[in-house]
């Protein structure tokens, strides 16, 4: 059971990670020290970036569940 979380675990935070760098800057802040505060006429719609939310909660709701099930599990 610890292996098939620890795995879980993994492939969650990888999801994470790419999903969180899909997502649009919507302001200021350490993206636009990147570049990321240049416009783009090649942005999503807001279908794309609704789905993408949605997503991007739902993964998180995943990687919360085996963070709090690997830390039940060990704590024994």
Do not use: Q, Y
């Not at 790419?18 to 807001?46: D, E, I, M, P």
């Amino acid at each position: 059971m610890t292996v098939g979380l620890s795995i879980a675990l993994i492939i969650a935070s990888i999801l994470m990670i790419l999903l969180v760098l899909l997502h649009r800057a919507k302001g200021g802040g350490l993206s636009t020290l990147f570049g990321g505060g240049v416009s783009s006429s090649l942005g999503g719609s807001s279908v794309v970036e609704k789905n993408l939310d949605r997503l991007t909660v739902l993964v998180g709701t995943v990687w919360f569940v085996c963070i709090i099930g690997l830390g039940l599990l060990l704590k024994n």
